[in-house]
């Protein structure tokens, strides 16, 4: 059984390619012992973004607080979301999150802990951004890529 509090997790700067002013907590993860899924916490800072791409699993969203954008490049839309909405992306569907200016956003993500790199198609070649200091402390050490 694993119980700690939130606040005691570090964040770590989300790296893949085109990601800005993200970074993710991993509440429960394979280190923990889950074989199946994990629980990720993610952060967009204001002008953050996860760029759109597309994976063979789903995920499962639930907004904790703020506001961003779900970018779903496939219909050429985006969905404005807010504090308790959810969101299912079924496999293979291509998306992205988004906040603009004065928007920050913090949401939950469950994924299976199988996620292939190789599976993960990322729509941006643009290098990962980070800027400013984050609300908990991030660590190189854990810097690893997340695959969101
Ligand atoms: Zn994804």
């Not at 506001?67 to 839309?77: A, K, S």
Request: some cysteine.
């Amino acid at each position: 059984m694993k119980h700690i509090r939130e606040q005691e997790i570090f964040a770590d700067i989300v790296r893949e390619p085109g990601a800005k002013q993200a970074t993710i907590k991993r509440l429960i993860d394979t280190t923990d012992g889950a074989d199946r899924f994990v629980l990720s916490l993610f952060e967009l800072k204001p002008n953050g973004s996860t760029p759109p791409h597309y994976h063979e699993w789903e995920h499962e969203v639930f907004i904790l607080q703020g506001t961003m954008q779900l970018i779903l490049p496939h219909e050429e839309r985006t969905v404005q979301l807010q504090a308790n909405d959810v969101v299912f992306i079924p496999r293979n569907e291509p998306h992205g999150f988004m906040t603009g200016e004065d928007e920050t956003c913090q949401f939950l993500v469950v994924a299976p802990t199988e996620r292939p790199p190789i599976r993960n198609y990322f729509l941006s070649e643009e290098p990962y951004e980070f800027k400013e200091s984050v609300s908990s402390p991030v660590t190189e050490k854990q810097a690893k890529l997340s695959a969101i």
